[in-house]
């Protein structure tokens, strides 16, 4: 069975960092695109980035400049690396990927999610 598991998360002041993981497990082939996305309390899921297979990335305007989001093949992994950390990036954060097995199968799943909180 495919998962995905993110972990990572914590709570930090304002201008702080974090980094996220997103680790893949199970008989995974190929690990196509992978978007980070958040959801604070009372508010919908907002993408926050996302990675290419090629490892072209793209970021959504809040968090320009301040996240990277990166990729490792050989771990089967993708990081979110997030620095000065505001208030208002606290969320729980998933991440989603498309992956391929070895017998050939497609997942687009989600990992359970990582409490990211930013005290001011």
């Known amino acids: 069975q495919v998962r995905l598991v993110e972990s990572g998360g914590g709570l930090v002041q304002t201008g702080g960092s974090l980094r996220l993981s997103c680790a893949a497990s199970g008989n995974i082939f190929r690990i196509a695109n992978v978007g980070w996305y958040r959801q604070a309390p009372g508010k919908s899921r907002e993408w926050v980035a996302s990675i290419s297979r090629s490892s072209t990335t793209t970021y959504a305007d809040s968090v320009k400049g301040r996240f990277t989001i990166s990729r490792d093949d050989a771990k089967n992994t993708v990081y979110l690396q997030m620095n000065s950390l505001e208030p208002e990036d606290t969320a729980v954060y998933s991440c989603?990927?498309?992956?391929?097995?070895?017998?050939?199968?497609?997942?687009?799943?989600w990992g359970q999610g990582t409490q990211v909180t930013v005290s001011s």
């Open positions: 989603n990927g498309q992956i391929v097995t070895s017998e050939n199968r497609y997942y687009n799943i």
